[in-house]
């Protein structure tokens, strides 16, 4: 018996309340969410534990395990913040090294704070046409470990956040020569395999440890995700104790069971649903052919579902207004509008009439009045400078600072556009004319921004107090 089912019978015993939770099955609550409060209970008997399941949840994850082909598959209900913060601390000890690739996300550079993991970085290339972070490449992989082979084993993001793929069976092979550990943030890629593309995942791709969000692709609720053990290399027994540590020890029932009801949509409806996804992107592909500004991003190794919008040949779009656009105009948000592009998220989840409504908006809408008429920006892919560790930085005391007079000082702070959550700057790197003046050029974008202030009419960020 699995999660769902477990609920329901307990719901259908129609108990007198005596325990948590304090709603008592939604009794005071607006008629428009009793449902959901049905299987919000507690550790009661039949409801078993997340951190120690042996019935309906354990039923479930190994259900997880069963569908992705891993070792064995966690529920993760603090996001897949909780799962990298256990797969990181489980590889590596504090002071120990691994090599992360630059472009992670801000919850990888906090799992290396508070371990006190030492980062060294890979940077992979740019793509200045889309302003894709490419993939990270076997030979950029080769040159970080042979430069510090002390390292424990390599962190990187695949798919990105814009959909690119890195060769993730090659670099788990050569690190598994070398007796290294491969983590992937797979977070953007839980349903690659339900796609069709899971010769491209993580997990059938030989990676150690995979984290997925199943939420951002899957009908899961927010925060719903898992974390995959796929090989002997990680003490199972650390890892188990970490993800104790990490998450809530109140566990949301309503959290899992849209897990495990999302894993049955898959399980039942999968190939079927994938498919039809896949005939209405390709659909939009070839309504979009002939655009005068607009075309779709294009790499041989993406995420077929994620559409990036890109200028045209001789276009240059403020993506933000028109991001704008199509909300206010045509009730259609998109996930992200950035200098470059405007990114979709597509899922099996949307129908034929959800393209069919961004198709028409993207043909009537008058782009000659979303013309970036100053200098187009470009993401400059900024190597800062290191000063001090991140867990040294974080802890040291800081102060706050003009952002026009921050070059030289080191950060205190990730800075961080958000999303797709990847900081511009960490803390223990220094501030540099090129950072400041990305700052600058994102804030007059308009893009929400993680980390700095904004007081009379200047922007403030934080610094590691110099000593005297």
Known sequence: MRIHEGLERIAHENLISFHMPGHKKGRLVPDSLKEIYRHDITEIPGADNLHEATGIIRASQEALRDYYGSLKAYFLVNGSTSGLYAAIMATARPSETLIVSRESHRS??????????????????????????????????????????????????????????????????????????????????????????????????????????????????????????????????????????????????????????????????????????????????????????????????????????????????????????????????????????????TTIANTQGDFDGLMKALWEIDFSQLLNTGEYGTIKYIRPEKNLSLREAFYRDKQWIPLSKARGYTSARMIIPYPPGIPLIAPGEVFSSD?????????????????????????????VKEEN
């Open 108 to 345: 990888i550079y906090s799992a290396l704070m508070l371990g006190g993991i030492n980062a060294r970085y890979l940077y992979p290339e740019i793509d200045p046409v889309a302003g894709a972070c490419q993939e990270v490449t076997l030979e950029k992989v080769r040159e970080a470990f042979e430069r510090y082979p002390e390292a424990k084993g390599l962190v990187l993001t695949s798919p990105t956040f814009l959909g690119i793929l890195s060769p993730v069976k090659e670099i788990a092979a050569y690190l598994h020569g070398l007796d290294k550990v491969l983590i992937v943030d797979e977070a953007h890629g839980a349903h690659l395999k339900m796609m069709g593309q899971n010769h491209q995942s993580s997990i059938f791709a030989g990676a150690d440890l995979v984290i997925h969000s199943l939420h951002k692709t899957l009908p899961v609720l927010t925060q719903g995700s898992a974390l995959h053990l796929n090989s002997d290399r990680i003490d199972r027994e650390r890892l188990e104790e970490l993800l104790n540590i990490h998450q809530t020890s109140s566990p949301s029932y309503v959290l899992m069971d849209s897990m495990d009801e999302g894993l049955r949509i898959m399980e039942e409806e999968g190939q079927t649903l994938g498919r039809a996804l896949m005939g209405h992107i390709r659909k939009f592909e070839a309504g979009l052919q002939g655009h005068p500004c607009l075309k779709l991003m294009t790499h041989p190794w993406r995420d077929l579902t994620r559409l990036v919008l890109i200028n045209g040949e001789k276009a240059t779009i403020d993506f933000n207004r028109l991001e704008s656009v199509l909300r206010k105009e045509y009730g259609i948000q998109a996930e992200y509008s950035y200098d470059k592009g405007l990114v979709l998220i």
């Open 435 to 463: 950072i400041i003046e990305r700052i600058h050029e994102m804030a007059g974008f308009n893009y929400n921004i993680l980390g700095i202030k904004e007081e009379d009419h200047h922007h403030w960020v934080a610094v």
